[in-house]
């Protein structure tokens, strides 16, 4: 018999966001476990963590290839030896070799933005993990959309938030500049800053920070300090914090989330976590909403 939403046991992890599902082992879904179910879980709770899973690597991408194309990430000298789509997090050296990357994904931010297809879902999956610090956080950019004034949500429709991997770069910490080729392949990108989700038509505010440049459209004087106030708002307001568990398996929407990572001791704790993520859609917002029917 295959589970449906309703035999799938789903506790909420904060009020805002995720959903935490411990009777289910990831490897049934799709056989023995409805995906519909599971996506569905997964909107509603806008990210979902299965406890106690034991996944090879091949089986962590089968997981990923049930929601769409996976995204090899541009740091390919983290990616795990003969799976370019699994990047690794670690702080762990062997041999005097760096297992993975131990910088990534500190600060506020929502996947991949500076790209015209952002990262639709990230997917993390935890083999050690230190017993203190190193949690990720999240929040719900929808949560936070939703307690906006009719105004407010009506002025920001129009509007586009300009990214940039250029600006991205130069504010870390890299020794070399991007080469010409590499800006080639990295043009400014432009997202609706209110994004319509393509499969369950939720509106909601899409914000990066980071990356952000400027905001066109609708007459807007002050962009940077529009995106800065929602941003702070969203992530002061709205946040859940998860605690990892070794053989954690989380998979979030980065169309109504955003996360950051903390810090913890790198000289006292061991950390080692996989990371997949699946390729999105051109984002929606209300321009190209409307359009297609205006156009009929
Ligand atoms: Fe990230």
Partial sequence: MVKGRDVIEVTALSEHLGGEITSIDARSIGRDTSLEAVKSLLFEHQLLCFRDQNLTPQEMLDFTRLFGEPDPHVL???ALPGFPDIVVLSNIVENGRPLGNRKEGFGWHTDLTYM????????LYSLEV??????????SMYKAYDTL??????????????????????KRDHAEPLTEEQRARTPDVSHPLVRIHPETGREGMYLNL?????????????????????FSYTTENFEYRHRWRPHDLLIWDNRGALHTATPYDTERHRRLIYRTSVRGEVPIGWTEAVEPLSSN
């Fill in 149 to 170: 004034g009719d105004d407010e949500k009506e002025r920001m429709r129009p509007l586009k938030g300009r990214y940039s991997y250029l600006e991205l770069y130069n």
């Fill in 76 to 78: 390919q000298q983290f």
């Fill in 210 to 230: 980071d990356d952000c440049i400027g905001v066109d459209g609708g007459g807007e004087t002050d962009g940077l300090a529009l995106v800065s106030r929602l």
């Fill in 130 to 139: 230190p017993p203190e610090g190193g949690e990720t956080l999240f929040a």
């Fill in 116 to 123: 015209a297809r952002p990262a639709a879902y990230t997917i």
